[in-house]
Structure formats: C-alpha cells, structure tokens
C-alpha cells in the first residue's frame, strides 16, 4: 500500500501555549500503522514530502555533488582507461554501483516517513504508561518521541532533523540515513582513489594529449573534484561515527544535546544487536539494501521503551 504524505502550510494547530501556523500533512489513506503496537507494526513504503526551500536548496547541492562524481570522473578517467585496457572492467562497474546506491539511499532517506504520528493515534490498554502529551501539538506520543519545529509534527525516537536530506532521521529512516552516510563515503572515497590515480598511477591515454588534457581539466579534475571528495568523506565519515556510537548506546542526538540521560533506561547492547533493531532484520546483507521495507523487530528492549 503506496501512502502518500505532502506537507504545505497555512493549516494552524493549537499549542500548548498559543497557536501558530505550522506544517500539516494530507494522507492518502489512514496512518493507523503508526500508533499500532510495535509486535504488528510493519513499515510500509510511504512517500513523506516536506515543503521547506532550505531543504530544497540543501537536497539539491547534495545531488549536485554526487552529479558532478558520477558523470565528470567516469567521462574522464574510468571509461577512458578502460577502453584502453588499463583498468579491468569490475572497477568500473563497482564505482558505478557505489553511485547508484548513493542516490538510492539519498531519495529514500529524504522521502521516507520517518515516524511521524498520527494525530488520533490508537493506544492500547497495556502500553498507556508508554505515552505522554506533547505540550506543543496537544497530542499524544511515545516517550522518547520528539516534536520537530521545522516539520510541524511529533516524531517516534526522532534523532534529529537534516537539512541535508529535507527530513527529519527518525525511528522508521534512520536505517536509511546510515546507508547514505555509508555509501557516499564509499562514493567519495572511489572518487578521491581516481583523482589520485589518473596523475600518479594509471599509464598515459594514448587517444589524447596529455598536456593539454592535464591544462584543460586539471581545475576541475584534480581540484574541484577532490576537494570536494575530502569533504563528504570527512563530513560523512565524522557523522557517520557520531550515529553509530548513538545507535550503540542506545542514545539520540536530541537526548544528547538536551541532557536527558538520566531519564532514559539505557541499555548495553552488541553492535550486531543495535543494529539489528535499527535496520530491521538480523540479515546483515539485507543492511546494504535501500529498496526494501522496515520490518521492526520485537524484542523485550523495543517493548519496554516503544520507540
């Protein structure tokens, strides 16, 4: 079942303090799955678009960047070298693999629902104590759950809200936000291994003149391109760090930041099992895949906190 959300403004919500304008969605069909309890739950492939020009802006410099990688080095160095027998054609194909898994994971993670709650959701008898009232939307929610200015709705273990993707990383993308982080690392570090070798490891094109091949796109080749190849793989690389130790301990950004450690039942768990739980499955392969489904695992951890 295809559930389609879009975002526009100009809809007012009651606070808790006053009333203001905010965001609101339009749905397709009913988003009782999002209140069900978790041992029923299943993640359908909802389409979660939110109106915001910044993160529009954001999105677009992004898919500029993995653009500019994957036409300008395949044209110039992989294919090239290639037809020449210099490079075996499994590189090629990997590095175009790696790019498409890139965009897969940057469409998903900015159009999947990251867990946003309905606003008459259903609560069962057993689980009542699990929940609290938002005391910006009047409405109620999991604990741990988080209210997201930018979006306008409450969101179920939100970590936090990434321009970068135009959405926020909550419980039910937040496995989605980690492979995009995984593969544009890999991306951009392919693309720094190219740069690096097309001046200092791969044997001269004999098609071409390499002066004035170096002349004409050294600025945009050796330049541009690994500048900007150190700075995902840096940015990425440090982020990417950062969720996965919050995803170990059982933490997110937003309990970080707010310094409400104390409140929350931490847990110990193994890497394979946090991850497990994030991702969905305990099939490690299935971890790489963005075109699937969510399937919430039910342990005793995730019931006792219902996030």
Same mark, same amino acid.
């Given at each position: #079942?295809?559930?389609?959300?879009?975002?526009?403004? *100009?809809?007012? #919500?009651?606070?808790?303090?006053?009333?203001? !304008?905010?965001?609101?969605?339009? @749905?397709?069909?009913?988003?009782?799955?999002?209140?069900?309890?978790?041992?029923?739950?299943?993640?359908?492939?909802?389409?979660?678009?939110?109106?915001?020009?910044?993160?529009?802006?954001?999105?677009?410099?992004?898919? *500029?960047?993995?653009?500019?990688?994957?036409?300008?080095?395949?044209?110039?160095?992989?294919?090239? @070298?290639?037809?020449? $027998?210099?490079?075996?054609?499994?590189?090629?194909?990997?590095?175009?693999?790696?790019?498409?898994?890139? =965009?897969?994971? /940057?469409?998903?993670?900015?159009?999947?629902?990251?867990?946003?709650?309905?606003?008459?959701?259903?609560?069962?008898?057993?689980?009542?104590?699990?929940?609290?009232?938002?005391?910006?939307?009047?409405? #109620?929610?999991?604990?741990?759950? @988080? %209210?997201?200015?930018?979006?306008?709705?409450?969101?179920?273990?939100?970590?936090? %809200?990434?321009?970068?993707?135009?959405?926020?990383?909550?419980?039910?993308? %937040?496995?989605?936000?980690?492979?995009?982080?995984?593969?544009?690392?890999?991306?951009?570090?392919?693309?720094?291994? #190219?740069?690096?070798?097309?001046?200092?490891?791969?044997?001269?094109? !004999?098609?071409?003149?390499?002066?004035?091949? !170096?002349?004409? %796109?050294?600025?945009? /080749?050796?330049?541009?391109?690994?500048?900007?190849?150190?700075?995902?793989? *840096? *940015?990425?690389?440090?982020?990417?760090?950062?969720?996965?130790? $919050? =995803? =170990?301990?059982?933490?997110?950004?937003?309990?970080?930041?707010?310094?409400?450690?104390?409140?929350?039942?931490?847990?110990?768990?193994?890497?394979?099992?946090?991850?497990?739980?994030?991702?969905?499955?305990?099939?490690?392969? /299935?971890?790489? =895949?963005?075109?699937?489904?969510?399937?919430?695992?039910?342990?005793?951890?995730?019931?006792?906190?219902?996030?």
């Amino acid at each position: #079942m295809l559930m389609l959300s879009v975002w526009r403004d *100009g809809i007012v #919500m009651p606070s808790a303090c006053d009333r203001r !304008t905010v965001p609101q969605p339009i @749905h397709s069909s009913s988003d009782q799955t999002a209140a069900t309890p978790r041992s029923s739950r299943v993640m359908k492939l909802r389409l979660h678009f939110v109106v915001d020009p910044l993160g529009w802006l954001c999105v677009s410099l992004v898919f *500029g960047i993995w653009l500019y990688n994957s036409v300008f080095v395949p044209t110039l160095v992989l294919l090239p @070298h290639y037809k020449e $027998g210099h490079i075996p054609w499994a590189l090629v194909v990997c590095y175009y693999l790696a790019s498409a898994l890139c =965009i897969l994971a /940057l469409l998903r993670a900015s159009t999947a629902d990251p867990g946003r709650l309905p606003p008459d959701p259903h609560i069962p008898f057993s689980e009542r104590a699990d929940w609290e009232l938002c005391n910006k939307c009047n409405l #109620m929610r999991p604990k741990r759950s @988080h %209210h997201c200015s930018r979006c306008g709705h409450c969101v179920r273990r939100m970590d936090h %809200h990434c321009p970068w993707i135009n959405n926020c990383v909550g419980e039910d993308n %937040h496995w989605l936000f980690l492979q995009l982080c995984f593969y544009t690392q890999v991306l951009s570090l392919f693309t720094l291994v #190219m740069d690096f070798c097309q001046y200092y490891y791969f044997q001269p094109l !004999t098609a071409l003149d390499q002066d004035a091949f !170096t002349t004409q %796109h050294e600025l945009a /080749l050796l330049r541009v391109s690994a500048l900007m190849g150190l700075v995902m793989f *840096g *940015g990425m690389g440090s982020l990417f760090y950062t969720q996965m130790a $919050g =995803i =170990i301990t059982d933490t997110t950004t937003i309990e970080k930041m707010s310094r409400t450690l104390d409140e929350i039942h931490v847990t110990k768990r193994s890497w394979q099992w946090a991850l497990s739980e994030v991702f969905g499955t305990r099939w490690k392969l /299935l971890w790489l =895949i963005p075109l699937r489904s969510r399937h919430p695992l039910q342990t005793a951890h995730s019931l006792r906190n219902e996030v």
